[in-house]
């Protein structure tokens, strides 16, 4: 496509409700990065991956949290038992390659709130 | 563990005034730079990148690093209400993933 889609943009979940998040990058590019950003806060890395694998989970804060990539394409954040805390955006990015530094472009992100 | 700082802001000048955005970084080893705007409600984009020591100007903006100091600025000059937005300071890391800045909201007052 010709930018990072996510969807859905807006999800309202009661707590302890399970929630999945999708991301469809770039075509073509290999690396997809997944970040969230709470109120007041800066964007926080939770997991990156290149094709398929996930070579860095170190910023997912809990194992309620996972993600998968599936065709080297589209990727799956899921929160299980869904908590306050896990209110936040949470923004998809992609670049060609990781070692393409010159940046990468966002998505324009899933408004999570969990009442 | 990389960190990256900016503790100055909110910031807001008048319209046509230059607008000076500052950041810090931890790590000595890193190597290149990047501003994001971040809009209210929008997703980051990025403005400027920077890898090497001095000024690096595009349009109105100008990247400054000083590796010594280990900071990085953004000035925009000629600021504009348009202007007016969260600015990310960010450094990537092994795999380009990216430690960012908590960011400075700036506001441009027509």
């Known amino acids: 496509g010709a930018g990072v889609s996510q969807s859905p943009s807006n999800k309202v979940t009661e707590k302890g409700k399970d929630v999945e998040l999708r991301c469809d990058p770039i075509?073509?590019?290999?690396?997809l990065y997944w970040y969230r950003q709470s109120l007041g806060q800066g964007l926080e890395f939770l997991i990156y991956?290149?094709?398929?694998?996930?070579?860095?989970k170190s910023g997912l804060p809990s194992d309620r949290f996972s993600a998968e990539r599936t065709g080297g394409s589209v990727s799956t954040l899921t929160i299980q038992r869904t908590q306050q805390e896990d209110s936040a955006v949470y923004l998809c990015a992609s670049s060609l390659s990781p070692g393409h530094i010159y940046g990468y472009t966002f998505g324009s992100g899933t408004r999570l709130t969990v009442v | 563990q990389k960190e990256v700082e900016q503790n100055s802001g909110p910031l807001s000048v008048p319209e046509g005034a230059i607008a000076s955005l500052n950041c810090t970084y931890s790590d000595r080893g890193s190597q290149s730079f990047f501003w994001y705007r971040q809009y209210s409600g929008k997703s980051p984009e990025l403005i400027m990148f920077?890898?090497?020591?001095g000024d690096k100007e595009d349009g109105r903006f100008t990247a400054q690093l000083n590796k010594a100091s280990q900071y990085v600025s953004l000035l925009i000059r000629d600021s504009q209400p348009s202007d007016s937005a969260t600015y990310l300071c960010a450094v990537p890391g092994a795999n380009s993933k990216l430690t960012f800045g908590k960011g400075i909201t700036l506001s441009v007052r027509p």
């Open positions: 920077i890898y090497s020591n």
């Open positions: 991956f290149q094709g398929n694998s996930a070579p860095d």
């Open positions: 075509s073509g590019h290999t690396a």
